[in-house]
Structure formats: structure tokens, C-alpha cells
């Protein structure tokens, strides 16, 4: 079973910038489909960031905005995260194994516990 763990949240001020990372650990996991997703209170699973297949897919709401990227040695994904928004606010997941679209969260079937990302005005 591949455990993913995230870390890297916190308390930044509109216009600031976070890097979360995502280690991946336990089994093997395909690294070619990982996402990151948010959840804001009361709203559902929001799609930020994925690889899938080879290609490189961000969210139309933190587009420009947001990266993803991966070191394959250290089996680990990041989303870095720039020019912050207070509505960027929100509990962000790694996420694995995508049985199907990318963009889709009830598609992952491995999550990581979630890091907090607050953003200040």
C-alpha cells in the first residue's frame, strides 16, 4: 500500500508564495499519475494540478499561478504555489492511482492525510 504524505503548508499573506511536497512511500506507484487537489470548507474536491501520462495538467483557477513538478530519486511531487490569494485557502491532498481522468478526485485511490494552506488578505 503506497502511503503519501504531504507537507510544506502554512500561513502566507496574499501575494506570497508555498511549496508543498508530496513523498510517496510504502509500495510501487506509478509516478506518471499524480495529482494535487484542495478542499476549501463546505465546497467539494477541487482539481489543482496533475501528471498524467506524460503530460502536465493545471486547473483553470491556478493557472499561471501554480506548478507541478516531481524528483523521481527522492519519489516525491511538488506544487509550488505563487502570487497567493486569500480564496487559494483551502486543505490541499496528494493524490494517486487514477483509475481514470485526471481531473476527477473519485478517479484517485490513493490520498495523502492533507496539508493546510491559509492565505491572509
Known amino acids: 500500500q503506497v502511503e503519501l504524505v504531504e507537507s510544506g503548508g502554512g500561513l502566507v499573506q496574499a501575494g506570497g508564495s508555498l511549496r508543498l511536497s508530496c513523498a510517496a512511500s510504502?509500495?510501487?506507484?506509478?509516478?506518471?499519475?499524480m495529482g494535487w487537489f484542495r478542499q476549501a470548507p463546505g465546497m467539494k474536491r477541487e482539481f489543482v494540478a496533475a501528471?498524467?501520462?506524460?503530460?502536465?495538467y493545471i486547473g483553470a483557477s491556478v493557472k499561471g499561478r501554480f506548478t507541478i513538478s516531481r524528483d523521481n530519486a527522492k519519489s516525491t511531487i511538488y506544487l509550488q504555489m505563487n502570487s497567493l490569494k486569500p480564496e487559494d485557502t483551502a486543505v490541499y491532498y496528494c493524490?494517486?492511482?487514477?483509475?481514470?481522468?485526471?481531473?476527477?478526485?473519485?478517479?484517485?485511490?490513493?490520498w495523502g492525510q492533507g496539508t493546510q494552506v491559509t492565505v491572509s488578505s
Open positions: 493524490a494517486g492511482g487514477p483509475r481514470g481522468s485526471y481531473y476527477d478526485a473519485n478517479e484517485y485511490t490513493n
Open positions: 510504502g509500495g510501487a506507484f506509478n509516478r506518471d499519475y
Open positions: 501528471y498524467s501520462g506524460g503530460y502536465i
